[in-house]
Structure formats: C-alpha cells, structure tokens
C-alpha cells in the first residue's frame, strides 16, 4: 500500500471492513459497553463456525467456482455490450448534423414560437419551465420522495447510535479560525450567486436547479464552518418541511390553472411581460424560484441526513 | 464501421464510458465502487444526450427578443432539458443507494457484497 495522503482513503475502500479510525471517532458501528452482547459481525461469524466441516468445504468450492464462472461471464458481457453500442453509434446519423432526425417540428416550434408564447428569452428555460412544466414538477416531486426515503432510512438509524455526534473531534471545525474568516465572507457571496442564477433563469445560463444546488452548497459550507447549532437558528427541519411543502404545492397549483386555462381556451390573468425584462415570463420566475428552493433544501437535507441523521 | 465511429466520435466516447461505468459495476464487490460504476455510467447519458442535441456551427438556445428566433441559429433545445432530468434522478437514486449501503454497513459492518450474502445466508439458517 502506498504511504501517501490518500491512503487511508483507499484503505477503507478496498479493504471495506476494517476502518483505521474506527476506534478514535464513533463511526455508530460498534458499541462499546461492558453490558451489552458482542457485536452483530462477531455473532454473524459464531453463526458461520458452526456450520459443519464438510459443508463449509464444499460451500467454498462452489463459491469459487461460480467466482471464476462470474469472472469470464462479466468480461463477455462486458465486450458484447460494448461492441455492440458501438455498433448502433456508428450506424448513427452523422455528429452535429442539422437534419438528424432528432431536430425535428418540436424543437423548431420550440425556438421559433418560444419567446413569443413563454416570455421566456432563455428557450430551455421555456421549455422546460412552460412546455413541459409538469415534468419538472415530476423532477421536484423525484427530489422530495428521495430526501424523504433518506429521512426513513438514516432516521431509524440515529436512534442505534450510541454516543452523541458531539464526541466527533476529528471533524468538528467550529474551533478553526481560518475557516471561520473565509466562510464569513465567502457565505454571502455564495447565496448571493445563488440568488442571481436562480432568478436570471429565464434569461441567460441558471435556473432553479443550478441555483438551487449553489445555495444548497453554501449552506452546507456554513453548517461546516459553524457547527449543527447555528445553522439550526438558520434552518431547521421545521424550516425544511415548510418551505419544500409551500414551494410543491405552490407550484402545482399554479401550473395547474395555467394548464387549465390553456387547454380549454380561457383568459389567463398572469401576464407575460416584455421578453428580457427580469418581471417576464409569466409564471417562469416564480416557479423557478420554487424549484430552486425545493433542490436547495434538497440538497442541504442530503448532506445534514448522511452527517447526523436527521435535518 | 471505424470511419463513421470516428465522424460520430463523441457519441463513441459516451458509449466507452458508459462501458467502463458498466464494468465498474459488474467486477467490483465493494458496494460503494458499485455505486461509482452507475454513476459513471450516468455521465456517459448526460453526455450522449448533449452530443445528440448539438448541430454544428449555432449557438446555445438564448434567444435575443429584438429579433424573430430562427431555427437555423440554435442547437436542439429538447435534449438539455431531458439532461437535466437525468441528474436529477441520479442524485436522488445515488442518495438512496447510499442511504441503504449505510443501513447494510451498520448491520454486518462489511461493504463487500459476497460477505453480505455470506452473513445473510448464514442468519437464515441460524
């Protein structure tokens, strides 16, 4: 193994098992109690010895056996799949071509009609926004009902913890001063940038999800810097079920009675504005914001469930 | 067969990387490394979908509104928008695979799959 910084990193990753800080920091593993039953590995291979003799041995050659059969299948698989997606890659019509079959009436509609019917001078915004707008309703739907799998899974894990998250000295930066200074002054600018791509999406690069994703960041830097108590003041779980809740239920019904009124011919009152004006767009700006805010929390809630197991 | 591979050379470079993403997937036992593979093999997709959507010599979807859009000045709108779906469910299905390997590490403190099956059987039995 080489000695170099990152070995402990391919340690753990190769070896799986065995974790070299795993008796400096709580890791939630193990638990160390005089009182309480060994561990549940050290059960599991009490379980494996008493599996008789014989059996075991003829297990193992099984087990080899299929390991060399999965070895020869993996590579064979491996090059017919290969070979033949390059097969369909080279049947394909030719790159950057601009009559491949893909740009075809949609898209031509899409860019010639788009700022005229969206209001939306960034197309893909419109699309995306406007066109297709429940399938990014879909998307927002896909990132809540996955942080919501994540809060049932780490949930009933945080309860098994042993010791507190506190004793975690080795990574607990809210005694760094260096860190601190940098992130005082970087956090700001951070949200800022945030803010700015997530309401210039209907007019250049950006959008809810880009945005959404650097102020998730930010916050992530900051519960970094600060520590779980002083982001709590800032965002909570209480925080994370309210603004998610309002921000779906906002969007869809919004996009519901511009649907409504659209498809049965009826007067929508929300106005388009003029095309490059940051208040156009319709309803492009305020859903943006919504996706924004919903990936923000999102993206927040990932990494505060996967540190501490809860918001 | 290799000329047109070179003419369609980016649509080429997705499918390899979607190959070695695939790779990664079947020969590696750790769970973590499994997770990277389908990762990778992600990429490979986002990538695919941005060459499909890319016509030569025009400009990124961005209209100006003092003149009447063309469809001879942009590139195919339609495939970044599916990208962007693309990701979206690759984060959250990364999040929740990681999710259980967590549950599967705490309970039989291994990340290797063939020691999973190993201990899983073994607890069936006993």
Same mark, same amino acid.
């Given at each position: 193994?080489?000695?170099?910084?990152?070995?402990?990193?391919?340690?753990?990753?190769?070896?799986?098992?065995?974790?070299?800080?795993?008796?400096?920091?709580?890791?939630?593993?193990?638990?160390?109690?005089?009182?309480?039953?060994?561990?549940?590995?050290?059960?599991?291979?009490?379980?494996?010895?008493?599996?008789?003799?014989?059996?075991?041995?003829?297990?193992?050659?099984?087990?080899?056996?299929?390991?060399?059969?999965?070895?020869?299948?993996?590579?064979?698989?491996?090059?017919?799949?290969?070979?033949?997606?390059?097969?369909?890659?080279?049947?394909?019509?030719?790159?950057?071509?601009?009559?491949?079959?893909?740009?075809?009436?949609?898209?031509?509609?899409?860019?010639?009609?788009?700022?005229?019917?969206?209001?939306?001078?960034? &197309?893909?915004?419109?699309?995306?926004?406007?066109?297709?707008?429940?399938?990014?309703?879909? /998307?927002?739907?896909?990132?809540?009902?996955?942080?919501?799998?994540?809060?049932?899974?780490?949930?009933?894990?945080?309860?098994?913890?042993?010791?507190?998250?506190?004793?975690?000295?080795?990574?607990?930066?809210?005694?760094?001063?260096?860190?601190?200074?940098?992130?005082?002054?970087?956090?700001?600018?951070?949200?800022?940038?945030?803010?700015?791509?997530?309401?210039?999406?209907?007019?250049?690069?950006?959008?809810?999800?880009?945005?959404?994703?650097?102020?998730?960041?930010? &916050?992530?830097?900051?519960?970094?810097?600060?520590?779980?108590?002083?982001? /709590?003041?800032?965002?909570?779980?209480?925080?994370?079920?309210?603004?998610?809740?309002?921000?779906?239920?906002?969007?869809?019904?919004?996009?519901?009675?511009?649907?409504?009124?659209?498809?049965?011919?009826? /007067?929508?009152?929300?106005?388009?504005?003029?095309?490059?004006?940051?208040?156009?767009?319709?309803?492009?700006?305020?859903?943006?914001?919504?996706?924004?805010?919903?990936?923000?929390?999102?993206?927040?809630?990932?990494?505060?469930?996967?540190?501490?197991?809860?918001? | 067969?290799?000329?047109?591979?070179?003419?369609?050379?980016?649509?080429?470079?997705?499918?390899?990387?979607? #190959?070695? #993403?695939?790779?990664?997937?079947?020969?590696?036992?750790?769970?973590?490394?499994?997770?990277? #593979?389908?990762?990778?093999?992600?990429?490979?997709?986002?990538?695919?979908?941005?060459?499909?959507?890319?016509?030569?010599?025009?400009?990124?979807?961005?209209?100006?509104?003092?003149?009447?859009?063309?469809?001879?000045?942009?590139?195919?709108?339609?495939?970044? #928008?599916?990208?962007?779906?693309?990701?979206?469910?690759?984060?959250?299905?990364?999040?929740?695979?990681?999710?259980?390997?967590?549950?599967?590490?705490?309970?039989?403190?291994?990340?290797?799959?063939?020691?999973?099956?190993?201990?899983?059987?073994?607890?069936?039995?006993?």
């Amino acid at each position: 193994m080489k000695k170099n910084k990152f070995s402990r990193f391919f340690r753990w990753i190769e070896g799986g098992q065995k974790d070299s800080l795993e008796q400096k920091i709580d890791t939630g593993a193990e638990i160390r109690d005089g009182a309480v039953p060994p561990s549940s590995r050290e059960k599991l291979y009490a379980l494996l010895e008493a599996v008789p003799e014989n059996r075991k041995k003829m297990e193992n050659m099984e087990i080899r056996s299929f390991n060399r059969l999965y070895q020869v299948l993996c590579v064979l698989v491996c090059v017919i799949f290969i070979s033949v997606l390059l097969l369909t890659v080279s049947y394909l019509p030719r790159f950057g071509g601009d009559h491949n079959p893909d740009n075809n009436e949609v898209a031509q509609r899409y860019i010639e009609n788009g700022v005229a019917e969206t209001g939306a001078v960034n &197309l893909v915004a419109g699309m995306i926004l406007d066109y297709r707008a429940f399938d990014t309703l879909g /998307e927002s739907c896909v990132l809540f009902t996955a942080v919501t799998c994540v809060f049932v899974l780490m949930k009933s894990l945080s309860s098994e913890r042993t010791i507190p998250l506190t004793k975690d000295i080795m990574y607990d930066m809210s005694n760094d001063v260096i860190l601190h200074q940098v992130v005082t002054f970087l956090f700001p600018v951070i949200m800022l940038f945030g803010v700015y791509i997530l309401l210039n999406g209907h007019l250049g690069p950006g959008g809810g999800f880009a945005g959404g994703a650097v102020m998730g960041a930010g &916050l992530m830097l900051y519960s970094l810097a600060f520590g779980e108590e002083k982001t /709590e003041r800032l965002f909570n779980e209480r925080t994370f079920q309210v603004v998610s809740t309002c921000a779906l239920s906002f969007y869809c019904l919004s996009k519901s009675y511009s649907f409504f009124t659209g498809a049965n011919h009826l /007067e929508n009152i929300i106005p388009k504005g003029i095309a490059g004006n940051i208040l156009s767009g319709g309803l492009i700006l305020p859903l943006n914001i919504c996706v924004g805010l919903v990936v923000a929390c999102t993206m927040y809630g990932f990494y505060t469930l996967f540190r501490k197991g809860g918001i | 067969m290799l000329n047109n591979l070179a003419v369609n050379y980016e649509e080429a470079v997705a499918m390899i990387l979607f #190959g070695i #993403g695939f790779c990664t997937l079947l020969f590696h036992r750790n769970l973590v490394k499994k997770i990277i #593979g389908l990762n990778i093999m992600d990429t490979a997709v986002y990538l695919f979908l941005a060459s499909m959507g890319y016509i030569e010599g025009r400009r990124s979807p961005i209209a100006d509104p003092s003149v009447p859009a063309s469809v001879s000045a942009f590139i195919n709108p339609i495939p970044s #928008g599916l990208v962007l779906t693309g990701i979206v469910v690759s984060v959250s299905v990364t999040a929740i695979m990681l999710a259980l390997t967590i549950k599967l590490y705490k309970r039989y403190h291994t990340l290797n799959l063939d020691e999973i099956y190993m201990f899983a059987k073994n607890e069936d039995i006993g």
